[in-house]
C-alpha cells in the first residue's frame, strides 16, 4: 500500500464517510459491513470515535495521513 504526500481525502465527507466509500463501492459491502470495518482500521491507527464524525479540514496533518491509511487498508 503506498500513501501518498496529499492524501485526496473527500473534504465533503466525513472522515467515517471516507474510509467507507471504497469498500461500498469497490467491494460492495453493505453500508454497515462497511461501517464496522472502517471503524475497525480508523482505531487500528488511532482514530477515536470523536474525530470519526469531522471533516478532514478539521483534523491535522498527521490525522489525515492515519485516516488515508485506514481507507487504504479498508
Excluded: C
Excluded at 465533503?12 to 471504497?22: F, G, Q, R
Excluded at 475497525?40 to 491509511?69: C, F, N, T
Amino acid at each position: 500500500t503506498m500513501v501518498f504526500q496529499h492524501f485526496n481525502l473527500w473534504s465533503h465527507m466525513t472522515v467515517l464517510e471516507n474510509v467507507m466509500e471504497a469498500p461500498i463501492q469497490v467491494l460492495g459491502l453493505s453500508k454497515q459491513e462497511a461501517r464496522e470495518r472502517a471503524v475497525k482500521y480508523l482505531a487500528k491507527v488511532g482514530i477515536d470515535e470523536r474525530a470519526q464524525g469531522k471533516y478532514p479540514v478539521h483534523l491535522s496533518g498527521g490525522q489525515q495521513q492515519r485516516v488515508s491509511i485506514a481507507r487504504a487498508l479498508a
